[in-house]
């Protein structure tokens, strides 16, 4: 059994990854502040991370870490010039300059294009049979919405899970050499592509489709400020890394819990009215997101009692706080009708997800159509699990539909 007094998040294995619970679990229970041997903490209570986001002296920006960690390289500028590692008064400038993508009447649009994405999808799974859910499916469905909101043309299209894996996968705790090479590549590459769609977008400003939110993004401004050329590719780069891998995982995860839970598959099936509460349970057991981070920029003292000096890196384990038996009832059980269910799947404070509404209302059509269209959903076949730490999804999951 493991001593959890040696346990150290810069070191996990695979064996941690396909199952982080038990471990989790451990932590909760024994070490809710866990401090790694770099001298980071690791968060694993739901209060002391919803304490954790909420303060306003707990710093997203990582210039210095991210510096140490990736030298200057393009991953480094991506991930300092986007709007998830930054602080005010960028953060705020630019978050309300990207809301302008999730407006009532952009989601309004939006809705209308996921409709017609996922029964488009749908056609195609049945025509298959059998397929690989991810592949086939979960990983097309943003790739289609986020080709659409960035006006992405199809030849690009098939490259968008690949760049997004890359440049994510170069935020686990511990990142080979191959794989930060392939998180810059992915970052040139892409954001090549997205220079030339802005400068088109820029020139022809009409020409917007629906859905499509670049135009909004490029000329939008707030106190006269907009985003420049840098900023704009970086947090295009920062949209299509949001919401495509995490809405991958959510469909995958999501689908296997069913298949594992035969019984809520089937309550799901005979009582269809339950999708909101089943997409919020499914966000809660298996989070996509796994793990956020935070700067102390002030002492921090912890509902559990620690406190966390000025200058200490933090590790928040949503998917420990998503499984706290004191706020979650029977927290290991896989109940679509749970209520309340105060998950942070999508984070909370100043920085809590743009995309919430859009990823809840991706989750709904696409998971209440699948389950009502095929009721005979079977798993066809081993499973392979995403081999990354931060995020939790699948590579593979067979499945057949008849």
């Known amino acids: 059994m493991l001593d959890i007094a040696e346990f150290d998040l810069n070191t996990i294995d695979a064996a941690f990854i396909e199952n982080p619970y038990p471990t989790l679990a451990r932590l909760r229970q024994d070490a809710p502040v866990h401090r790694n041997a770099d001298g980071s903490v690791?968060?694993?209570?739901?209060?002391?991370?919803?304490?954790?986001?909420?303060?306003?002296?707990?710093?997203?920006?990582?210039?210095?870490?991210?510096?140490?960690?990736?030298?200057?390289?393009?991953?480094?500028?991506?991930?300092?010039t986007s709007l998830i590692f930054n602080d005010p008064p960028y953060h705020t400038v630019v978050r309300k300059l990207i809301s302008a993508a999730f407006t009532p009447r952009k989601l309004a649009e939006m809705e209308r294009l996921i409709d017609g994405i996922v029964d488009r999808l749908l056609d195609r799974v049945e025509d298959l049979g059998e397929l690989d859910l991810i592949a086939d499916?979960?990983?097309?469905?943003?790739?289609?919405?986020i080709s659409f909101m960035l006006g992405v043309p199809e030849e690009y299209r098939a490259k968008l899970r690949g760049y997004s894996i890359a440049i994510l996968g170069a935020l686990d705790p511990v990142v080979p050499e191959a794989r930060m090479d392939a998180g810059n590549r992915a970052v040139e590459e892409f954001g090549a592509i997205l220079s030339d769609l802005i400068d088109h977008r820029r020139a022809n400003p009409d020409g917007a489709g629906e859905g499509e939110v670049l135009e909004a993004l490029i000329f939008g401004e707030h106190n006269g400020r907009r985003l420049t050329q840098e900023e704009?590719?970086?947090?295009?780069?920062?949209?299509?890394?949001?919401?495509?891998?995490t809405t991958t995982s959510f469909v995958g995860n999501s689908v296997a819990l069913l298949l594992d839970n035969p019984g809520e598959h089937r309550r799901l099936m005979d009582d269809p009215g339950l999708i909101g509460t089943a997409v919020e349970e499914c966000l809660r057991v298996e989070s996509p997101l796994q793990i956020g981070n935070r700067l102390a920029g002030e002492d921090i003292t912890l509902p559990s009692g620690a406190t966390i000096e000025k200058g200490t890196y933090i590790h928040t384990s949503i998917a420990a706080a998503n499984r706290d038996p004191d706020v979650f009832a029977e927290p290991d059980r896989f109940d679509i009708a749970r209520k309340p269910n105060p998950h942070i799947a999508f984070?909370?404070?100043?920085?809590?997800?743009?995309?919430?509404?859009?990823?809840?209302?991706?989750?709904k059509i696409a998971l209440g159509r699948f389950v009502t269209r095929f009721p005979r959903l079977a798993a066809d076949g081993p499973r392979e699990r995403l081999g990354l730490a931060r995020f939790r999804g699948f590579t593979s999951l067979p499945i057949r539909v008849r």
């Not at 984070?347 to 989750?363: D, K, N």
Request: charged share 20%; hydrophobic share 40%; glycine share 8%.
């Open 137 to 145: 499916f979960a990983m097309m469905l943003p790739t289609e919405i």
């Open 42 to 80: 690791y968060l694993t209570r739901h209060d002391d991370c919803l304490t954790t986001y909420r303060s306003r002296d707990m710093l997203s920006d990582k210039t210095e870490a991210f510096g140490a960690k990736f030298g200057e390289c393009p991953l480094k500028v991506h991930h300092t």
């Open 347 to 363: 984070i909370t404070g100043i920085h809590v997800c743009l995309g919430a509404s859009l990823a809840r209302m991706e989750g």
């Open 232 to 245: 704009l590719i970086q947090n295009c780069i920062f949209l299509l890394n949001a919401g495509h891998e």
